[in-house]
């Protein structure tokens, strides 16, 4: 069924809600929602205290990794971890205290999707697919969604559709997609997208991107039957919001998340 699943996003260093479309490399482009004030160790505890197994910590650039770090310590064995991670450093990842690791750009040399390096990572996990999240975060190109790397501003060449899918399923756990065109907006889900994931995966598989309210979990609860979980950011009072309060969103998992 479907469940509310938290994330710890870093970004030089600091835990921050950004605006996923604005995330180039100038800095002067970034448009950020929050910087919190506490470590990604507390958001770790308080994910870990509240049962909800299954978040993902990104790292969004360079000098994030003992930030990532301090909160698997905090949560061995109970957070998911992407932003940077290659067939050389998965494994390593694993060791530090990830439950997975997740991998987008490495998979897109020269933004085409490449399968010789997808084994290479799952080789690298010890050929345990259950230790590999694929992140297709995408954005809209007329009626059609495609992978976008690179902080989300390049796109690929992979659609995301039922035959990407398909090719993907074989060699991980799960998948977790983030709507960059939604990321950090707060307009609500892309309906039509989490409509077609729960058609398309057969695996468990996380969305995120403009999640603003309680009712956006029954919204996406009802659109993809329960087989699609949500992620809800820049909208948690946790992060400075106002439209989502983090322990109604814990009550809500325990009522409906089973």
Same mark, same amino acid.
């Given at each position: 069924?479907?469940?509310?699943? *938290? ?29 919190? @004030?506490? *470590?990604? +160790? ?16 990104? !790292? ?5 990794? #003992? ?7 905090? &949560?061995? /064995?109970?957070?998911?971890? /992407? $932003? ?5 450093? %998965? %494994?390593? =990842? ?10 987008? +750009?490495?998979?897109? *040399? ?12 799952? +080789? ?5 697919? #259950? ?20 902080? =989300?501003?390049?796109?690929?060449? !992979? ?9 993907? #399923? ?25 409509? @077609?994931?729960?058609? &398309? ?7 995120? $991107? ?16 329960? @087989?699609?979980?949500?992620?809800? $950011? ?5 992060? /400075? /919001? ?8 814990? #009550?809500?998992?325990?009522?409906? $998340?089973?």
């Amino acid at each position: 069924m479907t469940r509310f699943r *938290p994330c710890i996003d870093l970004h030089s260093g600091q835990v921050k809600q950004i605006v996923g479309g604005t995330l180039t490399t100038t800095t002067s482009d970034l448009k950020t929602n929050y910087v919190s @004030k506490l *470590p990604a +160790s507390y958001f770790a505890k308080l994910y870990k205290d509240n049962g909800l197994k299954g978040a993902h910590v990104i !790292m969004l650039g360079p000098g994030n990794d #003992e930030a990532a770090r301090s909160a698997l310590a905090e &949560w061995d /064995g109970g957070l998911q971890v /992407g $932003g940077g991670i290659t067939a050389e450093n %998965a %494994a390593q =990842w694993i060791a530090w205290g990830a439950e997975k690791v997740i991998i987008t +750009s490495y998979l897109f *040399p020269d933004a085409k999707f490449s399968m010789d390096r997808l084994k290479a990572v799952v +080789s690298a996990l010890g050929n345990d697919k #259950e230790k590999l999240v694929i992140d297709l975060s995408c954005r809209r190109k007329g009626d059609s969604w495609f992978v976008a790397m690179n902080k =989300w501003q390049m796109l690929t060449d !992979m659609e995301v559709n039922q035959d990407s899918i398909k090719l993907l #399923e074989p060699y991980c756990s799960e998948f977790l997609i983030h709507a960059a065109d939604n990321e950090g907006l707060q307009r609500g889900v892309d309906e039509r997208l989490v409509q @077609k994931l729960a058609r &398309w995966c057969s695996l468990p598989v996380t969305y995120a $991107g403009g999640g603003r309210s309680l009712e956006d979990l029954d919204k996406v609860r009802e659109l993809s039957d329960g @087989k699609v979980d949500l992620t809800i $950011g820049s909208a948690l009072d946790i992060f /400075g /919001g106002t439209g989502v309060n983090f322990d109604e969103c814990v #009550e809500w998992n325990k009522t409906f $998340g089973h």
